[in-house]
């Protein structure tokens, strides 16, 4: 059964940045398209980005494009969440969540995605 383990969040200051590891266990990331997603309490979990399988596709919600970067090490079974020029709004819970598929990345739609992670806790304050 594939676990997901995010790590990486904390406090930091608006235009700061950040870099968030989401860690597979108990199964390998082969074969899953990986997304990040955030969620502030009393709104919806909003996708971000998603990186394919073999990481050769990436996408990215408006909002973070040209701030976020998304990668993985396959070797490692870790996917990042590169985050810079952070702002106040990127205040919230981050996700990441994995899916079975090959070559591309699904639709930012969390039925979309089988495993979960806990979550860690992104606060941008000065």
């Known amino acids: 059964q594939l676990q997901l383990v995010e790590s990486g969040g904390g406090l930091v200051q608006p235009g700061g940045s950040l870099r968030l590891s989401c860690a597979a266990s108990?199964?390998?990331?082969?074969?899953?398209?990986i997304g990040w997603f955030r969620q502030v309490p009393g709104k919806e979990r909003e996708g971000l980005s998603c990186?394919?399988?073999?990481?050769?596709?990436?996408k990215y919600t408006d909002s973070v494009k040209g701030r976020f970067t998304i990668s993985r090490d396959n070797a490692e079974d870790t996917v990042y969440l590169l985050m810079n020029s952070l702002k106040p709004e990127d205040t919230a819970i981050y996700y990441c969540?994995?899916?079975?598929?090959?070559?591309?990345?699904?639709?930012?739609?969390?039925?979309?995605?089988?495993?979960w992670g806990q979550g860690t806790q992104v606060t941008v304050s000065s």
């Open positions: 990186i394919s399988s073999s990481g050769g596709r990436t």
């Open positions: 108990g199964s390998t990331l082969d074969g899953y398209a």
């Open positions: 969540a994995a899916t079975y598929l090959s070559g591309t990345c699904p639709p930012f739609d969390l039925y979309e995605y089988d495993y």
